[in-house]
């Protein structure tokens, strides 16, 4: 181990609860993209692959391996490039803000950290994000 300088870590479901973090997330931005109507947002989160039966995202969703262009693309067919890259902007906007103040860690995520942090190593975070 004395060797090992640093470690890297994936953030979704290596640091943080991936389902009960982006449900929250793309909840938010489901609404936003609805304006407010709870219907046409759960249909929206339903084309993105949120199963409401088991409450998570199934595997291939876009939320759990696309970006905020595929979601734009998926949920505004329609939208010119230009109004593409604004819709882009605002979820990339709600993901930063929402995503770090919505983060559920894993059980035992912080005092593994605190514990790695103590020994010197060097820490990262690789992330789709």
């Not at 870590?9 to 640091?15: E, P, S, V």
């Not at 046409?40 to 262009?69: E, Q, T």
């Not at 559920?104 to 690789?126: C, E, F, I, K, N």
Request: proline share 2%.
């Amino acid at each position: 181990m004395a060797d090992i300088k640093g470690i890297l870590f994936d953030k979704d479901g290596t640091l943080v609860d991936f389902n009960a973090t982006w449900l929250g997330v793309a909840d938010f931005m489901a609404m936003d993209a609805a304006e407010g109507d709870r219907w046409k947002a759960d249909r929206l989160l339903a084309a993105a692959g949120f199963d409401f039966v088991s409450k998570r995202f199934k595997p291939d969703s876009i939320f759990a391996s696309g970006s905020n262009m595929d979601v734009v693309e998926l949920w505004f067919p329609r939208l010119s490039e230009e109004d593409q890259m604004h819709a882009v902007s605002r979820f990339n906007e709600i993901t930063s803000v929402q995503g770090s103040s919505m983060a559920v860690a894993l059980p035992g995520v912080l005092d593994s950290l605190r514990a790695l942090h103590t020994r010197s190593y060097r820490m990262g975070v690789a992330t789709n994000d």
